[in-house]
Structures are given as structure tokens and as C-alpha cells.
């Protein structure tokens, strides 16, 4: 094929658009792998893409022109149109992402339609999109000797429809570059206006001066992409290169981050491991490494022990001086225990003034590892015996320590801790400044106290009192055998435990609280009794003694509310006799004066129970409203009527001369009786007037008395009448036992 007569030559135009192609497949290449990298951004894709579409261009441009024949110029100009309008796609989806636009899929989506759609027809029309029919045309000779081939033919409607929609897409790019520069980027938008600038002139040559004005000029669009392809380039690999600095930069503030967030973990770790005071071990460290040691020891057959040491003065020391000479105490104590603790044993504040050591593993018999942790355990005390000064004071406190060897049965460590807190709460009960090893009989004390403080507490809550709950009554007589009332005692039938005595169960309602319920939920009860014994007309005219706790006594509103409680009830205070022991007034004995002197007030009847065995002092005594001195049974059981000067009747004598009666406890024998009537003692109690009786045997007995009073003078006088009636009521006494 000749061009004017010329052959078809290779020249630079030719290899200007292999070039042009081949630096388009670069880039391409390159940053297709690039946005792979970077999980598949659609600025790296969409260039990748649109600069593939450009080399595809190029390339067809260079087939075109070197053809050797109309087919083969058809097929290249096919190329040509097919990747001009593929490359709408990619280049709509780059504008937007170069400029920051948002995501438009709409959009996106019309613009794969109709790209897709000339696709279709650049294939199915017989002369291409741009022609409707196609024939070899006017070779164009260039200046420099190449000569090119041409293709002529009459221009399709589609062709210019497809040559409007690029100038739209250009004029929307450029207006996207020009609102990015206004927007504060304008070496970037610049960058993208250049490139669209000088496409758009390759295409006013192309339609303008090769189209319109006929000149025999070749199309440089191939051409125009190139600077698009090396400044966008050059753009982007700016912005990669910025965002791989900014990405070493996060990286070094991450790694940053990391250590201090390392450190920040590790002071954490500490922080929750450790006691901030002492820097010992905490709980929940001390915790961990006995349960690592309990499952060791369970494993491999070895055995351990705990040591669970409490400060015996430390809350006096605290509360006087104040919480920082008690911190400062805590960390001299620290460090005496950390000094004489074995240097493989594990010292560790559970809180408060509460420290453990954990022992193990121990080697030897079950009662050689006993004595070692003993010898452990007495060597703490002894090395905390000794006074700690603190500043320029000398102070001192003990310990008492409570050990446990394991494993012995326990389920968890948990069980553990609470066996040696037994141990350590018998040390406390022995005096304190002691050590107890935990033996199985008080666990077994400690479940029973738990039982007991279980079902106190459930009778209470659920009121279950009068089902489980009942008052006894002791008669009182004087000399003559006059009744003088009775003392009413509390009786609890545990529903598995059987019946129970106060002692049994009073010192753990102080100890949990709740002698205050019960304490008023029998006064209650005495109160009905009086109004249904007043209501059915039985013989009781004498006083009903309740007793009184402490801990009843030190409340600050304890006289206003039984006071109320009495009256609301309809009795008079005057009925009730209020028994308190001594030790309820070592407490706080001036509050305690103003309580008594509130109830004296009242109406109440007071008397001191077991007077003698407790270390009130006489002058106290006679400040104390009292009515009624009781001798206690001790010394009633002391009682011989040879003896000359019992003590009984110094007790007698004091009661006398500060105005008040004297009753003796546990009377149980006629001599003790008589002994007593010869002292001038005012009234008596015990078994050999009656035994505590429920409230129906209380009625009968109460009954029998009276009619037994109702005898003639002279039978009731006579000494054999009256030792018959004593040994026919200790016959009646032996029976009811």
C-alpha cells in the first residue's frame, strides 16, 4: 500500500506512540500493584486502569497507521474507539477520588452503562462508531519523510454524539480541578488542570483542524495522555510517598505508644498485685500463689500451711494518734515480718492491719510440719511483741495468728483461709498475743455458730419467733414464802439443734446485732403475758424480771424506746424489772447512768444480776438507781448455816444500806434457805422454790401457791409444815426434771 504514491514508513510519529504505549503500561502496572497493596484503593485502581486504556490507545494508534490494509486499520481504529470509551469508567472514578468527592455509584453506574453501550456499537456497526462506512483515505506525509496511513469515510451520528459526551466529561473534570484548588489544593488541582487542558486541545485539533478544516495532520490525542500519565504519576507517587511518611510516623507514635501503654500495664499489674502502703503482696496476689500451691501440693502429695496474723492494737494506735502514724506503723510492721518470715515463704496484706504467710511446701510428719509452722507462727508474734517506734513515739502491738495446714480436706482455698481465720479468731477469744493451730472440732463449733446465727437471723426476718421462741418463768419468793414475781428466761427450740439455753445463743445476738430484735421481741412478749394473766384473773401481782444485754443498754435510744414499747402495750413500767449484769456497765458507765436513770424515770424496776462476780466499784454502785441486789449463785452455793459471817450477807448488808432488796440466785437446798431467811435476805430463786416453767405449768404452779398461801396460819408457821412443803416441792421439782 502506498500513501501519494509513497511507500508506508516507520518513523519517529510511529515510535513516539510505541513509547507513549509503553510508558502507559508501566504506569499502569505499577500502580495497579500499588493499589492492590493498598487493599484495593480506587485512586491507585481506577489510575492503573485508565493508564492501560491509554497504552491500549496508543498502541491501536500506531497499528492504524502502519497497516498494510484496510482490515487491518478497521480493527485497530476498533481498538482505538473500544478503549477511548472503556476508559470513561476508570477516568470518572479517579476524578472523583483525586478531588476528594464522595462515592457517587449512581453515577458510576450510568457511566459503565454508557461506556458499555459504545463498546457494543464500535463492534456491531460495519464502519465503527465514527464512520458508517470506512475506505482507505489520503496517506499524511510528515515533514520529517514518514508517512502514515489514513482511513476515510462519512462521519456517524453516534461518533459525534461520543465526541459531545468526552467534552462533557473533560469540562466536569476540569470544574472538579478547579473547585480542589479553591478548596486549598492548589498544586494538586493545578496538576489534574494542566493534564485536562492539554487533552482538551488534543481534541480541538483533532475536530477543529484536522476534521473540520480537511488539513492532513495526524490526531495527537495518544499524545495527550502522556503528560496526564507522568504528572498524575508523579502526583501520586508524591501523595504515596506522603502517606508513606505519615505511616513511619504513626508507626514510630504506635511503637511509642505501645511502650508506654507496656509500662503504663506493667505499673498496672504492680498497682493490683501489690499493696500500695507496705509494697507487699495484696489479696488477690497472695490469693494466686496459694492457689498454685494448693493444687501443687494436691498433686504431688507435698503439704503447706497458712499463717493468718492480725494486729491485736493497731485500731487503738489509729484511732488516737490518726491514720498517718497508723500508715507508718503498718510499713514498720511490714518489714519486722518480712525480716522474720522464711525468705521461700510468701508475706503478703490482705488489708487493714491483715497479713499472710503462706508456707510451702513443708517437709516431714504431719506433726512435724504442725511444730515448724507453730515455730514460724511464734516467732511473728515474738518479733511484733517487741515496741516499734514510729517518729518520736515508742509503740506497741501484739498479734495473734491463726494457722492452717493443707491440703486436710478442704475443697477450695477459700475453706483454707476460713480455717485459719477459726484458728485465728480462737487466738483472739484466748487472750490475744497467742497462736492457735485449726483442729476439725472448731469447725465444727463454727458451723454450729453458724446454724445458730442462720436460724437467729431467719426467725427473725420471716417471724418465725413464736414458733421457735418462748419465755420460761422462775417464781420469786421472799421470807415468808410471799410471791414476789418472777423472772422471765428465753427459751429457743431449734428446729434442729433442740432446745437451747441464753448462753447458747445470747453472746451471738450481742455479737451480730441482733439482741436488739430480740431483745425487744421479748419485751413484747412479757408484756402479753402480764395482759393475758391480768385478763384471766391469775394470781400474779408480784413484778416480771426481763433481762437486759449491754449492747441493749449502750443504745442511745434504748430507754425512750422501751418506754414507748411498754405503754403501747398497756402496761405499767412499773410491772417489768429490768435485770442488767456488771459488765454492762464497764462499757461506758456514764452513758449507761443516763439510760438507768431514764428507765428509773419511767416507772421501771432495776436490778443488778450476779452482783459480786464482776469489778464495779462500790461508789459506782451507789450512784446507780438500783432497786434490787442479786446474789449470785456462787455465793448462794457457798452457803453453810454454821458458818458464822458468810459472804452472802456482806452483799445483804450493802443492799440494805443503800436502800435495796436483796434476792438470791439458785437457792436449791433448805439449809441455803434458812441460812439465807437468818441473813435477812429479801427473796430468793432457784430450784428448790421451782424450776423455769412454761407459761401453762408457770399458771398451774402459780395455781398451787396460792392455794397453798390460802392454808391456815398455823399450818403454814409450823417448821414441820413448812419443811413438808419444801421437800414436797423439791419432790415436785425432781419430778418435772
Known amino acids: 500500500m502506498v500513501v501519494d504514491q509513497g511507500p508506508i514508513t516507520f518513523g519517529y510519529y510511529t515510535a513516539a506512540l510505541v513509547a507513549t504505549a509503553g510508558i502507559g503500561l508501566a504506569s499502569g502496572a505499577q500502580f495497579a500493584v500499588i493499589g492492590l497493596w493498598r487493599r484495593r484503593e480506587a485512586i491507585y485502581l481506577s489510575y492503573a486502569s485508565l493508564c492501560l486504556c491509554i497504552a491500549t490507545l496508543a498502541f491501536a494508534n500506531a497499528l492504524l497507521h502502519t497497516a498494510g490494509s484496510l482490515a487491518v486499520a478497521t480493527g485497530a481504529l476498533r481498538t482505538m474507539i473500544g478503549a477511548a470509551a472503556i476508559s470513561f469508567l476508570p477516568f470518572v472514578i479517579f476524578i472523583r477520588a483525586y478531588t476528594g468527592g464522595p462515592p457517587q455509584p449512581r453515577l458510576q453506574l450510568a457511566v459503565a452503562a454508557v461506556a458499555g453501550f459504545f463498546v457494543w456499537l464500535n463492534l456491531e456497526l460495519p464502519g465503527t462508531l465514527f464512520f458508517t462506512r470506512l475506505a482507505p483515505g489520503t496517506g499524511i506525509a510528515l515533514p520529517w519523510g514518514e508517512r502514515l496511513y489514513a482511513v476515510a469515510g462519512v462521519a456517524s451520528t453516534w461518533g459525534l454524539l461520543f465526541h459531545v459526551l468526552t467534552y462533557v466529561a473533560f469540562l466536569w473534570a476540569l470544574s472538579r480541578a478547579v473547585k480542589q484548588m479553591r478548596a486549598g489544593e492548589g498544586l494538586r488541582g493545578a496538576l489534574l488542570a494542566i493534564c485536562l487542558l492539554s487533552q482538551f486541545a488534543a481534541l480541538l485539533w483533532g475536530d477543529v483542524v484536522v476534521d473540520a478544516l480537511d488539513h492532513h495532520y495526524p490526531y495527537l490525542d495518544a499524545f495527550s495522555f502522556l503528560p496526564f500519565v507522568l504528572l498524575m504519576g508523579l502526583s501520586l507517587a508524591s501523595q504515596l510517598h506522603q502517606r508513606t511518611v505519615q505511616l513511619e510516623q504513626t508507626t514510630r507514635r504506635l511503637e511509642a505508644e505501645a511502650h508506654t501503654r507496656r509500662e503504663a500495664e506493667f505499673n498496672l499489674r504492680h498497682v493490683a498485685y501489690h499493696d500500695s502502703l507496705t509494697g507487699l503482696p495484696n489479696r488477690l496476689r497472695a490469693l494466686d500463689h496459694l492457689a498454685e500451691l494448693h493444687a501443687d501440693a494436691l498433686a504431688r502429695g507435698q503439704h503447706g500451711a497458712v499463717l493468718l496474723i492480725d494486729l491485736d492494737n493497731f485500731k487503738t494506735i489509729n484511732d488516737a494518734l490518726g491514720h498517718p502514724i497508723g500508715d507508718r506503723m503498718l510499713e514498720a510492721i511490714a518489714d519486722r515480718l518480712l525480716a522474720a518470715a522464711p525468705t521461700d515463704a510468701l508475706l503478703a496484706r490482705l488489708g487493714g492491719d491483715e497479713f499472710v504467710l503462706v508456707l510451702g511446701p513443708l517437709a516431714g510428719a504431719y506433726p512435724a510440719m504442725q511444730a515448724q509452722a507453730q515455730q514460724v507462727a511464734e516467732r511473728m508474734v515474738a518479733r511484733l511483741a517487741e515496741p516499734v517506734a514510729v517518729d518520736s513515739r515508742v509503740l506497741a502491738v501484739g498479734a495473734s495468728v491463726g494457722v492452717a495446714l493443707f491440703p486436710a480436706g478442704e475443697e477450695s482455698v477459700a475453706d483454707l483461709l476460713r480455717r485459719a481465720d477459726i484458728a485465728l479468731y480462737r487466738a483472739k477469744a484466748a487472750g490475744r498475743n497467742t497462736v492457735r493451730l485449726f483442729l476439725e472440732p472448731m469447725q465444727q463449733e463454727a ?280 421437800l414436797s416441792s423439791r419432790d415436785r421439782n425432781s419430778a418435772g426434771d
Open 447 to 726: 458451723d454450729t455458730r453458724l446454724t445458730l446465727e442462720r436460724g437467729l437471723r431467719t426467725a427473725l426476718e420471716q417471724e418465725r419467733m413464736p414458733t421457735q421462741f418462748a419465755l420460761h418463768f422462775q417464781p420469786q419468793v421472799n421470807r415468808r414464802g410471799e410471791l414476789l414475781g418472777a423472772e422471765a428466761l428465753l427459751r429457743w427450740q431449734h428446729p434442729q439443734l433442740g432446745e437451747l439455753s441464753p448462753s447458747a445463743f445470747i453472746p451471738l445476738a450481742e455479737e451480730t446485732g441482733l439482741i436488739h430484735a430480740l431483745g425487744a421481741w421479748v419485751i413484747g412478749q412479757a408484756c402479753a403475758h402480764i395482759r393475758a394473766w391480768d385478763r384471766d384473773g391469775v394470781a400474779f401481782g408480784g413484778r416480771l424480771a426481763v433481762n437486759v444485754s449491754a449492747w441493749q443498754l449502750n443504745h442511745p435510744h434504748f430507754a425512750a424506746q422501751l418506754e414507748a414499747q411498754v405503754h403501747a402495750a398497756g402496761i405499767e413500767p412499773s410491772r417489768l424489772a429490768l435485770e442488767l449484769t456488771e459488765s454492762a456497765l464497764l462499757r461506758d458507765f456514764d452513758g449507761a447512768l443516763d439510760t438507768l436513770d431514764q428507765l428509773s424515770a419511767a416507772g421501771f424496776r432495776l436490778a443488778l444480776d450476779d452482783f459480786g462476780t464482776g469489778y464495779s466499784s462500790l461508789s459506782y454502785l451507789q450512784r446507780l438507781p438500783l432497786d434490787v441486789l442479786k446474789i449470785d449463785r456462787a455465793f448462794v452455793r457457798e452457803l453453810d448455816p454454821d458458818a458464822a459471817d458468810p459472804l452472802a450477807s456482806f452483799i445483804v448488808d450493802v443492799a440494805h444500806r443503800l436502800g435495796m432488796a436483796a434476792i438470791a440466785e439458785g437457792v436449791e437446798t433448805v439449809p441455803q434457805r434458812l441460812t439465807l431467811e437468818r441473813i435477812g435476805c429479801d427473796g430468793m430463786q432457784g430450784f428448790l422454790i421451782c424450776r423455769p416453767l412454761d407459761e401453762p405449768g408457770f399458771r398451774r404452779w402459780l395455781a398451787e401457791h396460792q392455794q397453798a398461801r390460802a392454808l391456815p396460819q398455823a399450818q403454814r408457821s409450823s417448821p414441820e409444815a413448812r419443811d413438808a412443803r419444801d
